[in-house]
């Protein structure tokens, strides 16, 4: 059985900015500002989660 590595990422995060910067090829602008926007919207997607969980 092959192991996986599993990312330990910190609490309001569902994908951490730094395994999704591998996936990205290249970026044409200012990278702390993708950054920026990338935890932002991870933060409202994990809320996002957490609400829908205890709402029912």
Known sequence: MAEEKK???KPGVCIPWEEKRKEIKAI?????LV???WEDNEALAYMYIWQCLLSF
């Open 35 to 37: 950054k920026k926007i």
């Open 7 to 9: 990312v330990k990422s």
């Open 28 to 32: 044409s602008g200012d990278e702390e």
